[in-house]
């Protein structure tokens, strides 16, 4: 698989550029400003929630256009880097509000041994994936049949994905001790790493989850 991701990346560089540069970048900044002043602030309550929300969404609402890349790609099927940014804005708003519905399940989970939250961890893996069913419903439903094929390698896909958080975290920390501007600095190198790193989990995750797509190209 590591092959194949690679293939897709290369063959595909140009649209990926655009894209991480006007998808990527601005979610990235916009999430972190807010985040730093959510955690900085003596006004807003809460801020520790608010602040997982924000990281959920920085994820997740950059997934279409790459999804469809790879998709498209395993079609021999060409995406252009307007239509990418066009399937962004489309798919916006569903998926916007279902991680936020998603989001709060989780949390609010945790007073009921923590089994919702799990449900809705995993809902928050996979649903961006299939957010371009033609309604919720198709996306619930596609979900949830994913959830169940792939069961408890989705424990490991989760893993890879909060592992790789918590290490930008740290090469974050380790590279902002060194400047006198913390804030400037922690956010450029935030930036610079999900840059490089969400194209390629995105290419992963759709090969994993899509099989309903890749085993009619094969």
Not at 93 to 108: D, E, K, N, S
Request: proline share 3%.
């Amino acid at each position: 698989m590591i092959r194949e991701i690679f293939d897709i990346y290369n063959s595909n560089w140009s649209q990926i550029l655009v894209w991480s540069l006007l998808i990527i970048f601005p979610v990235t900044t916009l999430s972190f400003i807010f985040l730093i002043y959510f955690n900085w602030s003596e006004d807003v309550l809460i801020p520790e929630y608010l602040s997982g929300f924000l990281l959920f969404i920085n994820f997740i609402i950059c997934i279409p256009p790459f999804m469809k890349m790879v998709i498209q790609t395993k079609n021999d099927e060409y995406i252009n880097s307007t239509e990418g940014l066009l399937v962004f804005m489309k798919q916006f708003g569903i998926l916007f509000i279902i991680t936020m519905v998603l989001y709060f399940i989780a949390i609010v989970g945790a007073t009921f041994l923590f089994i919702p939250t799990v449900f809705a961890l995993l809902f928050l893996l996979v649903f961006p994936f299939f957010s371009d069913s033609i309604s919720v419903k198709n996306v619930y439903q596609k979900t949830i049949h994913t959830i169940i094929r792939e069961n408890f390698a989705l424990l490991g896909d989760l893993l890879i994905v909060f592992s790789l958080n918590i290490a930008c975290w740290g090469i974050t920390m380790i590279f902002v001790s060194q400047y006198e501007n913390n804030i400037l600095s922690f956010l450029i190198i935030r930036i610079l790493l999900n840059i490089f790193i969400f194209p390629f989990l995105y290419i992963y995750l759709t090969i994993r989850y899509r099989k309903d797509v890749f085993e009619y190209v094969h």
